[in-house]
């Protein structure tokens, strides 16, 4: 057998000389964070790359989330409606900001939330939405613009898993009232830890900054009470070097999600969400929902089966929200019928993907998953 275990996922890295060279000017200028000029830089390439006119760079894509909703000044208590079936960094960032989550169900089709489903759990108390383009599935987004102008909300995307993708030719940055991207380093595109903001109107810049940075706007002047969020001089260039690669690393990916669909496609019980055409994907997950009727044995036994075999798939995203010990306990998260949601959380599983994943472990992890099925 292999000795080496393949992991779900594997950071992209530029050439180490890029990057050796890329950050010697720090040595020079000893200048290393606080919105630096390689901060600056990557805030205008990415603008560029994003077709968006805003973007505030963050330490991860928590923060990001977090300061984006804080920045949106909410009162204490009101209502945040959201969806389960996430990284719980999401509901986390909800909670943080004293708001309550309101768990909405998600659509088999695509695993977003379900626009349909929205409006029966708004109440007076509803100030705003957070749906998340999860494996960069992109949201309905235009049903969910019209039920927030309908009722006044804001919209803040969870973009984390959608970075660079388009939906009917528009970058996915552009919905809502922001949009909010991860930079982790298990993401299509990372800068070791890292994250932005995108929007349209720079009133919301000047607050994320003060947010970002202490509020501080002088040597003796703190005008809000600002956190600490910014990203630092070595994130800022990983992240240069590694978008001049940002093409050829989703074109690669994209091919090792066509092969995995070839291999998958004829193996009942396994299924795959299917390509929507008005979106261009980055292919950052490869996630399949397994039916244990048609497979013969269910998702766990599968994914202990690829472990046991040192594949290590990974259940995102199991539990759901709604179910964690930390929401359980308090009593957060008000929810409504969360039947397709529950369903999917004990039916998905992620499979390893990345840039240079080689063809032939492609191969075995679908062997794999011919074998155990019964
Ligand atoms: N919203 C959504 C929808 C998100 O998915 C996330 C992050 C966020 C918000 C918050 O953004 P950040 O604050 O993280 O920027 C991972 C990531 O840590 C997390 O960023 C990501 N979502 C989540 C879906 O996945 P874990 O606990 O699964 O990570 P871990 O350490 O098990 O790593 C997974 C695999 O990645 C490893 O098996 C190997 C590979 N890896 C990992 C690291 C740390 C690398 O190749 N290099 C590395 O440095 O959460």
């Known amino acids: 057998m292999r000795d080496k275990e393949i992991l779900v996922t594997r950071s992209s890295m530029p050439p180490y000389e890029e990057y050796i060279e890329a950050i010697r000017p720090l040595w020079d200028s000893h200048w290393i964070t606080n919105m630096g000029r390689y901060h600056k830089e990557l805030e205008k390439e990415l603008k560029e790359y994003l077709k968006v006119p805003e973007v505030s760079l963050m330490v991860n894509g928590h923060m990001a989330l977090e300061l984006t909703i804080q920045a949106m000044g909410f009162p204490a208590g009101s209502e945040v409606i959201t969806t389960p079936f996430t990284f719980i960094s999401t509901t986390h960032a909800i909670v943080r900001n004293g708001l309550e989550p309101v768990f909405c169900d998600i659509k088999e089709s695509d695993g977003t939330i379900d626009e349909e489903k929205i409006e029966a759990l708004i109440t007076e108390k509803t100030v705003a939405v957070v749906p998340v ?61 890292g994250g932005a903001v995108t929007f349209q109107n720079h009133v919301l810049y000047e607050k994320l900054f003060d947010l970002k940075n202490f509020g501080i706007r002088g040597e003796e002047l703190a005008c809000e009470v600002g956190a600490n969020a910014k990203m630092n001089e070595f994130a800022a260039i990983m992240g240069l070097c590694n978008l001049k690669y940002i093409g050829e690393e989703i074109e690669k990916r994209r091919r090792r999600t066509e092969y995995y669909r070839e291999l998958l496609a004829d193996v009942s019980g396994v299924k795959l969400f299917q390509p929507d055409e008005d979106i261009e994907y980055n292919a950052a997950y490869l996630p399949i929902m397994i039916d244990s009727g048609d497979f013969g044995c269910t998702r766990d036994e599968l994914f202990a089966y690829l472990r046991e075999n040192k594949i290590k798939a990974r259940k995102y995203f199991y539990p759901l929200i709604s179910n964690q010990v930390c929401y359980r306990k308090n009593g957060k998260g008000r929810a409504a019928a969360l039947e397709t949601a529950e369903k999917m959380s004990e039916r998905i599983l992620t499979l390893p993907l990345y840039a240079d994943l080689d063809f032939d472990i492609m191969d075995e992890i679908v062997d794999l998953i011919k074998q155990k099925r019964k």
């Open 133 to 193: 383009h999860v494996y960069g599935n992109i949201c309905n987004v235009e049903a969910i613009q019209r039920i927030a102008d309908k009722y006044n909300l804001k919209v803040i995307y969870d973009a984390a898993h959608a970075f660079g993708e388009t939906y009917k030719g528009a970058g996915v940055s552009n919905f809502g009232d922001a949009s909010v991207f991860s930079f982790h380093a298990t993401k299509v595109f990372n800068t070791i830890e």
